[in-house]
T-cell receptor, first 117, second 115 residues
Framework: AQSVTQLGSHVSVSEGALVLLRCNYS??????LFWYVQYPNQGLQLLLK??????LVKGINGFEAEFKKSETSFHLTKPSAHMSDAAEYFCAVSEEGWADNTGKLIFGQGTTLQVKP | KAGVTQTPRYLIKTRGQQVTLSCSPI?????VSWYQQTPGQGLQFLFEYFSETQRNKGNFPGRFSGRQFSNSRSEMNVSTLELGDSALYLC??????????????FGPGTRLTVL
């Protein structure tokens, strides 16, 4: 069964500092992995996705993530935080294309990123 | 291209009532998935529809149901509302099967409050 664990429900960084949001997954088949961002009172916006091509994935707004199969991890990073990055971030896994898992994303519990001036 | 739209954006109901939420997918998208978001349980998959057929269902009681129309628009219904049904309900659309991975695009959600 698929599952996603995000380590740390709240992360606080100073503006300009490195952002590191952690995500570990469990999947019995090769997964697709995603990071979404949610701003208050809005839906989810896709930051980046891993779909079995390059293990280092670059996304929007300067974010990137690296798929590490040996560690079952897909951590999100950004070299320099900006005030506008303050939001909630969700890691998700999909086994799209496999029976019983179509159209279904499994989400982690989310990490709230606070950026201090 | 217009994004995923959901109506209404906010809804207040009382226990025991029923509610219908609507989702219009991105033009050309034929698959619609629904999710419930609560502070306690996070984001949970409700169900997915493609070509007017439910393809997958999450672990929710039968009070939660949905349907999809021939134009791919989808509705979900919750009957006999309970306080715990208060949540943000998110709809996501994608192209559908046979397209490799189907990226899901999310709408802004419907905020349901049950009093």
């Amino acid at each position: 069964a698929q599952s996603v664990t995000q380590l740390g429900s709240h992360v606080s960084v100073s503006e300009g500092a490195l952002v590191l949001l952690r995500c570990n997954y469990s999947s019995s088949v090769p997964p697709y992995l995603f990071w979404y961002v949610q701003y208050p009172n809005q839906g989810l916006q896709l930051l980046l996705k891993y779909t079995s091509a390059a293990t280092l994935v670059k996304g929007i707004n300067g974010f990137e993530a690296e798929f590490k199969k040996s560690e079952t991890s897909f951590h999100l990073t950004k070299p320099s935080a900006h005030m506008s990055d303050a939001a909630e971030y969700f890691c998700a896994v999909s086994e799209e294309g496999w029976a019983d898992n179509t159209g279904k994303l499994i989400f982690g519990q989310g990490t709230t990123l606070q950026v201090k001036p | 291209k217009a994004g995923v739209t959901q109506t209404p954006r906010y809804l207040i109901k009382t226990r025991g009532q029923q509610v219908t939420l609507s989702c219009s997918p991105i033009s050309g998208h034929r698959s619609v998935s629904w999710y419930q978001q609560t502070p306690g349980q996070g984001l949970q998959f409700l169900f997915e529809y493609f070509s007017e057929t439910q393809r997958n269902k999450g672990n929710f009681p039968g009070r939660f149901s949905g349907r999809q129309f021939s134009n791919s628009r989808s509705e979900m219904n919750v009957s006999t509302l309970e306080l715990g049904d208060s949540a943000l309900y998110l709809c996501a659309s994608s192209l559908g099967p046979g397209q490799g991975y189907n990226e899901q695009f999310f709408g802004p959600g419907t905020r349901l409050t049950v009093l």
